[in-house]
RNA sequence: GGACGAUUAGCUCAGCUGGUAGAGCACCCGCUUGACGUGCGGGUGGUCACAGGUUCGAGUCCUGUAUCGUCCACCA
């Protein structure tokens, strides 16, 4: 047995153990029609740089769901993968350029395009290399990207075979737009921030009239793009005035006054004005009664030539100077502080300009109709189901999806135009040729798709759709998909409609969702704020399998956490103990082999029984995705009924001279180590691992061991409770102990006065030894109890002759409060026990609990009574 | 304007299908108890935000209220 060091060293073991599992090849999901699969496709992490505790939060869940499973039997995948995240990505690299003073302009669409997939070759190895610390255990040979040549062709298909069928379209319609990152943006990648602002009302006179209509506006210099002035149908006040025409001051442009039922009349001035091209509800209103359109800012959100004088002035200037204007032109009516809400953009923040663009849209009305089915029936569960409520809210209102993006780095749009006739072409095969009217004279378009267009079909591309594939025969549909909340709408909603329409089965049975991870002031974790935390750098601190066990643990699925070193450092500790009971328990090996002696002594049963219930509830509680609790039980097991009593328990044996006693201890303590350590491993692989190969064993590698099942053969209830009795004396004498400061060094004769004589002489080996005691009589009859200090359970009276500590008058007062105690205990539980209501309505099983509390209350009020009157 | 979450020991959090509250850290007392001081034994500390209700019984279910937080939403 090779000699372990007294502290554990993660460092010293993590990176051979990973290396020893790869070669073992144990990560590779294999295709078995004897098991049932297993499936987790990663929510792939994007390439913009390195991973943060979110994705250590993330993984930790995925690889302790993986590696149970793979341990219970099943053929378990877990697809590792990384995301070209568009946008992000561009921006990284197109910073990095700027330090050296150049623009992608500059460089061109090909040579940028160079740039950023070196920058993905390197941050994408780090990610991987970053994944391979954390101890995820991820089938590498199946490693994939986004933009690979397998999703590439998927992204593709999808794109083509939507067109075909009517549901990708491409129009002219209002759109998010970015003027920093200088692209469309779909809704969800708006963020919506209230701003201090103010409303300015404004005057606009009637075209041949006297009257005039006040419009209030927050953002004045749209204005320049007005096409009409609407008023509710019912408003008396502005009637008359439907059908004629208004003169927009600055432009002087006549402009029609309409009616609409999108006006609110209680509103404001209840006359609004309309910009088709500048605002969502003015598009739609325009629509409806055919109002001009007139876009008044680029792409850098800069007045255009259609805003006259204003031409390229920024927004914010053209603001200024337009209010300034209308001033002086005596239309400006009032300015109102007033605070709004306005767009921004969720990679920069810029705000962004709703304008009118031509992009491509994917109709989700007819995609969403099922996603929504397969969530309210039960073929999606979402753990835990409150966020059903947040999904289905979402897809009963999605507008159609803006998937078009003004960049360089994702997957080109498929569609060429023609030059001669117009007409676009939109293949799986690049073209050569316009497919209408034969023209060689055509044109790609530049744009890509957002960077989600391709996520959302990751469960089925990365197992080799559109290829019908053995992989996506036998491991789809997947089986958990692990994320957080905050991506329900980019992902896990489009996964949903995608695996619907293309594979006509859902992309996962379950959804794990959990919350974020925040600093210790409960603040989100950002590099602005510089709070973040480094995963790596925890994991040289305190290990993985401590990192691991901090985020499992004391966090409920969905709910947010915050994250502490100091309960890294716990965690640390908790590794230490199990490396050095495992120590422990080698150092007294003398055996070869993993196997229950013949004959279990009270204690064996006890911690095999206790073992069992562990387990009973390890699994119960995994299957419902209740991984703490599943943690907590065994960290408790390991360190209170393990280290703290059985070990303990066992050493008088192992001391001992009886050979056969000897034996058996060891029998026991290693087979509960192995399987707690199996239990254990998911969630500590590294650890777990390491000790096991240190111990005696058959098979390969721990990670796939059977992962153990509740058993009736190690099942000892009675004895359990038996053994309790004796635990209860040792507490008893522990706490009188402590409370008068007896020093360990102190070992008085134990008298241990009971009726239940034969219980407390099978723990007589250990006894003496967990109650400090020199001598240990068990017996029947009160012995002279001059001097003694009287310890009191359920079951027994103990008495230790301690005559220089004792005051018998201390004593008596002691002894009464203990029976007054009782005696109200007694009472409240009498009180429910005479309730008829109680007796009638409550399960048998509590009524039943309530009574044995109740003789056991009678005993020990019996027995502290006794205690009493023999005390001198 | 909707929806959701949180409110439990000094701090951070658990507490599943209702049966008089738990952990880690912190704090106090004691300990060279031959695995571990990253340890051992013992202990202090909570009217479970508030007000009602259902129930034999509520931290746990229902209805409100308050505070904090998150998401969704086209009021110009």
Redesign the pocket.
């Known amino acids: 047995m090779k000699e372990l060091p ?4 993660p460092k010293a073991v993590e990176s051979k153990i990973y290396d020893m599992w790869t070669r073992g090849g144990y990560f590779k999901g294999r295709i078995d029609p004897d098991k049932k699969p297993f499936t987790i496709v990663i929510p792939p992490p994007n390439v913009t740089g390195q991973l943060h505790l979110g994705h250590a939060f993330d993984e930790t869940l995925q690889d302790v769901l993986i590696r149970v499973k793979r341990m219970q039997g099943y053929s378990a995948l877990w697809v590792p993968g990384t995301d070209h995240a568009g946008i992000a990505t561009q921006i990284k690299v197109e910073e990095n350029l700027r330090k050296e003073g150049i623009s992608r302009y500059d460089l061109g669409r090909e040579k940028f395009l160079e740039k950023v997939w070196e920058w993905k070759h390197q941050y994408g190895d780090r990610i991987v290399q970053q994944l391979k610390t954390l101890g995820s255990s991820c089938d590498w040979d199946r490693l994939r990207f986004t933009m690979d040549e397998g999703c590439s062709r998927a992204v593709r298909e999808v794109f083509v075979s939507l067109y075909e069928k009517g549901l990708i379209y491409k129009g002219n319609r209002i759109i998010n737009w970015c003027p920093k990152c200088r692209t469309a943006l779909s ?2 990648e ?3 921030e ?1 701003q201090a602002g103010n ?1 300015w009302h404004i005057r606009y006179n009637v075209k041949d009239s006297d009257e005039y209509v006040v ?5 004045p210099e ?1 204005m320049l793009g007005d096409t009409a002035v ?1 008023v ?1 149908p019912e408003d008396e006040r502005y009637k008359h005035l439907v059908g004629k025409t208004v003169i927009l001051p600055l432009v002087n442009r006549e402009i029609p006054v309409i009616a609409d039922e ?12 309309m ?1 088709p091209c500048h ?4 598009f ?1 209103v325009g629509l409806r009664h055919n109002l001009e359109q007139i876009l008044v800012l680029d792409e850098d959100a800069k007045i255009n030539k259609n805003g006259g004088k204003y031409e390229g002035l920024d927004r914010y200037e053209a603001r200024k100077q337009v209010v300034k204007d209308l001033e002086a032109l005596g239309q400006l009516v009032k300015i109102e502080p ?1 605070s ?2 306005v767009g921004t953009c969720y990679r920069c923040g810029t705000t962004v300009e709703p304008l009118t663009s031509p992009q491509w849209f994917v109709k989700m009305e007819p995609l969403a109709k099922e996603a929504l089915e397969v969530v309210q029936d039960g073929r999606i569960t979402f753990v ?1 189901d ?2 059903v ?2 999904y289905t ?2 897809m009963e ?3 159609d999806w803006c998937i078009s993006r003004q960049l360089w780095w994702g997957h080109q749009i498929p569609a060429w135009y023609c030059a001669d006739c117009g007409h676009i072409t939109v293949s799986r095969i690049d073209p050569d040729k316009c497919e209408k009217c034969g023209s060689r004279n055509i044109k790609r378009d530049e744009d890509v798709l957002d960077t989600w267009f391709s996520s959302a079909l990751w469960p089925f591309s990365t197992l080799g759709w559109p290829d019908k594939t053995p992989d996506l025969e036998y491991f789809y549909p997947t089986s958990v998909l692990v994320t957080g ?2 991506i ?2 980019f992902w896990v909603a489009r996964m949903i409609f995608s695996g619907m329409e293309h594979m006509k089965e859902v992309p996962f049975r379950t959804v794990l969702f959990h ?1 974020l991870i ?1 600093d ?3 603040r ?1 974790m950002s590099k602005s704020l510089g709070n973040g935390v480094d995963p790596i750098e925890v994991i040289e601190t305190y290990g993985a399998d401590a990192l691991r066990f901090n985020i499992i ?10 994250y ?1 070193n ?2 890294c ?17 080698m ?2 090996l003398t055996i070869d082999k993993n196997e229950l002696p013949e004959k279990l002594e009270l204690e064996d049963k006890w911690i095999l029984s206790k073992l069992n219930a562990l387990t009973g509830e390890v699994n ?2 995994l299957d ?1 995705f ?1 991984l ?2 599943a943690a ?1 039980k065994i ?2 097991f390991i ?2 009924s ?4 059985y ?2 328990l066992t ?1 008088p044996r ?2 001992g001279d009886d050979e056969t006693a000897k034996i058996g201890a060891q029998k026991v303590l290693l087979f509960v180590l192995t399987e707690t350590l199996k239990l254990l491993h998911p969630f500590m692989p590294f650890i777990t691992e390491e000790i096991w190969q240190a111990l005696p064993h058959e098979g390969e590698a721990l990670m796939i061991e059977k992962y153990p099942e509740f058993s009736e053969k190690i099942n000892f209830p009675e004895d359990e409770a038996k053994f309790e009795i004796i635990m209860n004396a ?2 008893a004498v ?2 009188r ?3 008068m ?5 102190k070992k008085p004769h134990l008298t241990i006065v009971t009726d239940k004589k034969d219980i407390f002489e099978a723990g007589r080996v250990y006894l003496s ?2 109650a ?1 005691a020199g001598e240990l009589t068990i017996t029947d009859t009160v012995p002279d109890t001059e001097g003694s200090v009287n310890v009191v359970t359920n079951d027994a009276k103990l008495y230790m002759p301690l005559a220089e500590l004792v005051d018998l008058q201390k004593e008596r007062e002691r002894i009464e409060k203990e029976i007054k105690t009782a005696k ?2 007694l009472a ?2 009498e009180g ?1 026990l005479s ?4 007796i ?4 048998q ?3 039943e ?2 009574k044995e509390k109740a003789q056991k209350l009678r005993d020990l009020i019996e027995n502290l009574n006794e205690s009493l009157s023999t005390l001198k």
């Open positions: 007294k502290i554990y060293d809704d969800a708006v963020e919506r209230d409303f419009v209030a506006t927050t953002r749209t609407a509710h999108y006006v609110d009349k209680d509103f404001g001035t209840g006359c609004v004005k910009t605002d969502p509800n003015d739609e007033h709004h809400n835990p409150r966020f409520k947040n809210n979402w209102n999605a507008h909340y905050d329900i709408f919350g925040r210790d002031k409960g989100k643990t004391g966090n409920s699925p969905g709910n947010d956490m915050r502490y100091e309960r450092e716990a965690m640390r500790n908790f590794a230490n103990k199990i490396w050095n009971a495992s120590r422990f328990v150092m007294n119960e509680n419902k209740e703490g609790i907590n960290y408790d360190w209170d393990y280290c703290d009593w070990i303990e050493k192992l001391n040792v507490r522990r706490v102990r402590a409370e400061n007896v020093p360990p060094s030894k967990l400090y109200d205990d409240r539980t429910k309730n008829q209501g109680f009638a309505k409550a399960p099983a509590v009524v609990a309530e």
